[in-house]
Every structure is written in C-alpha cells, then in structure tokens.
C-alpha cells in the first residue's frame, strides 16, 4: 500500500515563527501535493511539485513556500507563520503522469497562537 | 475556475440501508476521484473515474461526463461508513478542485 507519512500531526506555534511542515511517501511518485482544509471552504491546493525541484503555485500560495530536494519529501514553509494559517494541513502523492489517484496523509493539525 | 456541487450535504441512515451521494460540476473534466475522510481525518481514495462504472465491495460509482454530474452509491450502509465523502474533478490543469462534501453519519 501507498504510505504517505506527514511528520507531525498536532502543531502549534507562535505568530511569526518560521515552520516546517515536512511530507515524505515511499511509492516513489513523481507527483507531490500540499492543500489546507477548512470548515466551508473544503480543500485548497497551496504547492505542487511534478518532479524534484520543481513547483508550481496552486490555489491560494500566499504566505507559503516549498522545498523538493528529494524525490520522497516534500517540504511545507511558513516563512511567517500568522493566526489566518490556522490549519488542516494534507500532503497527497501521485503516480506518473497526471492524472492519476492521488493518496493522502493523515495529516498535520497547526495551530498558530 | 469550475463549480464543484455536491448533495446532500448532510446524511443521516440506519445501519444497513442504502444511498447516494451526487457530484454535480460545471466544466468538462478529465479526472474525477472520490474521496472518504474518516472522522480521524484522514482521506482515503474510493475511485478514479472520470467516466463510467465502477465497483469496489458495497461501493460504487458512475461517472456521465457528457451530463457533467458523479454518483456515489453506498449499499448496506455500516457504522464505519460515517464520516465526510469528497469528490474532486481536474479540467487538465494538473489540480484537483473539490467539493465541499457530504457528511454522512450510519447510526447502529
């Protein structure tokens, strides 16, 4: 089975810390996804990443940035964290050539204070 | 961008009965996935089906992308079923948009 293993799954920090949110799958997927989930807006693609070192902006990446030095991670920054970034955080992996299914992490419960 | 709509939004059966979910979206679409969150969060892939019929145990799913609407069928419903069920669709631009999902709840 896919195995996509999000490092943290509570999380809380104070405004203007930096984060990291850190994402690793082992099914050696091409594709990477980052989306956040909040009650009445459903999931919202921040990042995505097709390949290693690269990235494209997704839906609302204002605030965010990314990190795909290796294949099997994908890294989440909050270069300052703020109370609106108050979050479900997902990490989803996919195969090959898009589209394809994508699987999720169980993912990352931030809190920002 | 395109209109993801989802219905009911909310669910309440009896263990053992039956059901079903719609996805309505507003633009053709060349990827469609189903999607159950348990109620510890995490989403679990039902289907990939961006068109026909597909069958998985008590599960299954039919695409009409021509009528640009999903359906979701649950049968002999089970406590484990509860939980919020997403569709998500892709236009080709390498993204998927979701729903805003159905809450379902099978109480015993």
């Known amino acids: 089975d896919v195995k996509v293993t999000q490092s943290s799954r509570y999380l809380v920090k104070r405004t203007g810390e930096k984060v990291f949110l850190e994402c690793v799958q082992d099914?050696?997927?091409?594709?990477m996804f980052w989306y956040r989930q909040d009650p009445g807006l459903g999931l919202r693609l921040i990042y995505f990443s097709y390949d290693v070192k690269m990235k494209e902006k997704g839906d609302i990446p204002e605030g965010y940035s990314v990190s795909r030095e290796k294949k099997e991670r994908f890294s989440l920054i909050l270069e300052s964290a703020s109370t609106n970034q108050t979050s479900m955080y997902l990490c989803?992996?996919?195969?090959?050539?898009?589209?394809?299914?994508?699987?999720f992490g169980s993912g990352t419960q931030l809190s920002v204070l | 961008g395109i209109q993801v709509e989802q219905s009911p939004p909310d669910l309440i059966l009896q263990e053992g009965a039956n059901s079903t979910l719609r996805c309505n979206f507003s633009d053709s679409v060349n990827n469609l996935q189903w999607f159950h969150q348990n109620p510890w969060g995490q989403l679990i892939n039902l289907f990939y089906i961006p068109s026909g019929t597909k069958q998985n145990g008590r599960l299954s799913a039919t695409t009409v992308a021509t009528e640009r609407y999903s359906l979701l069928y649950i049968s002999s419903s089970q406590t484990t079923d509860s939980g919020v069920y997403f569709c998500a669709v892709d236009t080709g631009a390498n993204n998927l948009f979701f729903g805003t999902g159905t809450r379902l709840t099978v109480i015993p």
């Open positions: 099914m050696d997927h091409e594709n």
């Open positions: 989803a992996s996919s195969f090959g050539d898009w589209p394809e299914k994508l699987f």
